[in-house]
């Protein structure tokens, strides 16, 4: 076999080599001068980038959410407050799979369904690396399982922070409101900078309305962290600011005798300082505990408020509207005068009923079952012993605009603007409010209605209170308050109205008239004088919730307990001076002198031994005597 002799050629292959040399020279020098221009261009020219990027991934900012302020009754007693509580949330980006992260939770820890449900509503407006929370007051055995076992937790956290606390429960909740979780319509509207270091928002009385004030200012923390996440130290703090404590008029010892007065019943009671406007008492009852709202209710728990019959959820003392019956009478009355429409000396008779010409429907008297109240009837008697024939001839000779115009300047008809969301405006009916909310012209039989405070009219309790703290003051219509002082500085009395230029003698006629409504032996409330120690100026009423053909008697047997009349009392005390003024209604009471007027008594009782003002127990001893040789003291009549 033969094979081929090979050649070599060094001097091609040494050129080879120097070519091959000298490229990979090149390359590995070009290689290098970009690499070298690439790392000063990261080094030099973008260091300042990477450096607050790096920085970010160790260096936090977290805000610090400030503390709520406290809210306070006149006397210093806490009725809202912050406890520290421990939470624990879920870092959505750190927990892995979430739904077996809450399946291990849930077999150390009890979670409810609603605990998962809202956890699920929350994550979803949730910013990133943000805690949401889970499960809200854990114990301290909770707390205790929980960290024992977070080795198999992988992005949970447990956090300690201040929670709203109402220890007063539910004896000032339609006042004060409470916090809650801020929604999905809230989170839209709200400043997201000043609320994110909360994930609460007032929702209700004291708590919404300043809700600015009791905020305060959120601050921040720049920690540093390791790969995990966990806060190795703090770089720089911006403290909060702690939001505004609130001092209230509102006296809690008054506040639970009201509300105690009222066990088993239905209805509101307003007590008015009257110099000041300041609201010493507002009771809605029944009430609610506002402290299951705080974290978050069960529905289950909700549902029953919600449904239940009693209504516990709706503030009667702003938003209840009902008709004021005879309540209403002393200011008729004050109106008839000053209208010269009537005189203190302006008498008619009662047989019971009051006819109109060419009408043959009657409108009764309370007592028309005894054959009304007789002859010579004037307006101190029709407010004694509450009249309605005479109010039914005077409203018709004042006739509705001059009723409606000057109820009006009394504050009804109108919103108070007292510092509390929600307050409805009730109604002082009028021929144009009738024009447009009933399409309807307006009638004498409709003033008829109104002149004893039923018909189309309807007044909230507060503004009853307004009304009868400003008769008790001669003409000052002062804006009533709940809040008395912000962080100290007081806030300013507001006179919402200038005084009528009515005559004294008319004030003195009836403010007399209606003492003797709980001070003479004939008056509504004389039931409640027994060992009275002040004067209290008072009027009794009653108010239909249904209404009742004018062939028909009323006949409680014949109807529902809840269609029962409604039961209300407007007082003020003492009547020479007077400082408070309360009006209240006892839903389905019946009768303002067995149902209304002792809960008022009561609470004039507490804020009278409370105070320092003298005993005027020797005026009213010798006021009784007076009456008992006057022609006032002779009979006794039902009571309205």
């Known amino acids: 076999m033969m094979h081929k002799e090979a050649f070599s050629d060094p001097a091609r292959e040494r050129r080879i080599f120097a070519r ?17 221009s690439r790392y000063f261009d990261l080094q030099v020219n973008q260091f300042q980038d990477y450096a607050t990027d790096s920085d970010n991934n160790r260096v936090h900012v ?44 849930g077999l150390l820890i009890t979670l409810s369904d609603n605990d998962i449900k809202r956890f699920y509503t929350r ?29 198999i937790l992988g992005g949970t956290k447990i956090s300690a922070r201040l929670t709203r606390f109402y220890p007063k429960h539910d004896l000032f909740t339609h006042v004060v409101g409470y916090v809650g979780r801020i929604n999905e319509r809230e989170s839209d509207t709200i400043n997201t900078i000043n609320y994110s270091g909360t994930d609460s928002i007032g929702k209700t009385g004291i708590e919404k309305f300043y809700e600015n004030s009791l905020l305060g200012d959120v601050g921040s923390d720049q920690v540093e962290t390791n790969a995990r996440g966990r806060v190795m130290r703090i770089l720089d703090q911006v403290s909060p600011a702690a939001g505004s404590d609130l001092q209230l008029h509102l006296d809690s010892q008054l506040q639970q005798v009201a509300y105690e007065a009222f066990s088993g019943k239905r209805g509101s009671l307003v007590a008015i300082e009257i110099d000041t406007g300041g609201v010493l008492a507002m009771v809605s009852a029944p009430s609610y505990d506002a402290n299951p709202f705080v974290s978050g209710i069960s529905q289950k728990d909700y549902d029953a408020l919600i449904n239940s019959p009693d209504k516990p959820m709706f503030n009667r003392s702003i938003r209840g509207q009902y008709p004021p019956g005879s309540t209403i009478k002393p200011l008729f009355g004050l109106i008839g005068l000053q209208s010269r429409s009537i005189t203190t000396t302006t008498k008619i008779e009662d047989p019971g009923y009051f006819l109109m010409e060419g009408i043959e429907r009657p409108w009764r008297d309370h007592n028309s079952e005894r054959g009304g109240h007789g002859k010579g009837v004037d307006l101190a008697k029709a407010i004694i012993e509450s009249c309605d024939v005479f109010f039914y001839t005077m409203g018709v000779k004042i006739g509705i605009d001059t009723l409606a115009a000057n109820s009006q300047s009394f504050g009804l008809g109108q919103k108070t603007n007292i510092d509390l969301p929600g307050e409805r405006a009730g109604i002082m009916p009028s021929r144009i409010w009738k024009k447009r909310a009933r399409g309807a012209s307006w009638f004498d039989g409709d003033t008829i209605n109104v002149s004893i405070g039923q018909g189309f009219m309807l007044t909230t309790p507060l503004q009853l209170a307004v009304m009868t703290a400003r008769i008790a003051s001669r003409g000052d219509l002062i804006q009533p308050q709940i809040v008395k002082s912000i962080d100290g500085v007081a806030n300013p009395r507001i006179q919402i109205a200038e005084n009528p230029n009515i005559s004294a003698e008319y004030w003195d006629y009836i403010h007399d008239s209606m003492r003797d409504v709980v001070h003479s032996t004939r008056g509504t409330a004389r039931r409640i004088s027994k060992n009275l120690t002040y004067t209290m100026a008072a ?24 269609q029962w009349d409604h039961a209300l009392f407007v007082a003020f005390a003492p009547a020479k001076d007077p400082k408070i003024a309360i009006a209240l209604i006892v839903e389905n009471g019946e009768h ?22 003298g005993n005027d127990s020797q005026d009213l001893a010798a006021t009784n005597a007076s009456y008992l040789k006057s022609s006032r003291g002779a009979n006794t009549y039902a009571e309205q």
């Open 123 to 151: 994550l979803k407006r949730q910013k990133p690396f943000e805690p949401t929370p889970l499960k809200f007051n854990l114990t301290e055995k909770e707390q205790a399982i929980l960290a024992v076992n977070q080795h």
């Open 62 to 105: 977290r805000p610090a959410p400030p503390t709520r302020g406290i809210i306070y009754d006149r006397n210093g007693e806490i009725i809202a407050d912050n406890r520290p509580t421990s939470n624990l949330a879920i870092i959505r980006e750190r927990a892995g799979d979430l739904d077996q992260l809450i399946q291990k939770i």
């Open 20 to 36: 091959r040399l000298i490229f990979s020279t090149f390359s590995m020098i070009l290689m290098g001068l970009v690499i070298i």
């Open 592 to 613: 303002g002198s067995s149902a209304a007027a002792p809960i008022a008594r009561t609470v004039m009782d507490a804020y009278i031994k409370s105070t320092t003002m």
């Open 539 to 562: 009027k009794t009423g009653t108010a239909q919730v249904i209404s009742i053909k004018a062939t028909d008697e009323y006949d409680r047997s014949k109807i529902s307990e809840r």
